[in-house]
């Protein structure tokens, strides 16, 4: 009996085109890697946070903004002083950061939960500079940045803080 390879090899390009669709709708709404998803699914949580320091546990985090027409990404999350952040490497080229600019609202997973939140860009040296050590600790295993590390100029950090949910919408 032929594998699936071999039957979606037969179908040549409509095969793979076929192959790929059946991954996509796996996936469902949900943002995989590079490719953007729209609203996220999973348990909505209403309780304010005030200690972001669980989300290290997590390598990526899942990120939903543009409330009225979701768009999810995939990005770095990490906590630096109890304080939520997530990078924009070449800030100025993504989209997602225009339509936080446009609209702070936005949601966050973290493992199956997803969260309610505001964001917005870090523009004060200081915080920025924290954010990026915060950043380098995680994925450094704990370790200090060198003393001569610097924070590159394109990279763009967002503060995420929790937030209530609107009454009557979708929220989840």
């Known amino acids: 009996m032929p594998g699936t390879r071999a039957v979606l090899g037969s179908l040549g390009g409509a095969g793979r085109w076929l192959g790929l669709a059946a991954f996509l709708a796996l996936l469902g709404n949900q943002p995989c890697g590079p490719l953007p998803g729209s609203a996220l699914e999973g348990e909505a949580v209403d309780t304010p946070v005030s200690d972001w320091s669980f989300s290290d546990a997590h390598s990526r985090c899942l990120l939903e903004v543009r409330p009225d027409d ?11 002083d109890g304080v ?32 309610p939140v505001t964001i917005e860009r870090i523009l004060d040296p200081a915080e920025r500079e924290r954010a990026a050590r915060a950043s380098y600790r995680k994925y450094h295993d704990g370790e200090d940045p060198p ?3 610097k924070v590159p100029e394109d990279r763009w950090f967002f ?10 919408r979708r929220e989840g």
Do not use: N
């Open 70 to 80: 979701p768009h999810s990404i995939t990005v770095s999350c990490f906590a630096g």
């Open 84 to 115: 939520l952040y997530v990078p924009a490497i070449m800030g100025e080229s993504k989209q997602w950061p225009k339509m936080v600019a446009a609209d702070p609202r936005a949601r966050v997973k973290i493992g199956d939960a997803i969260y």
């Open 147 to 149: 003393r001569d590390w």
């Open 159 to 168: 503060r995420l803080g929790s937030r209530t949910p609107e009454a009557g």
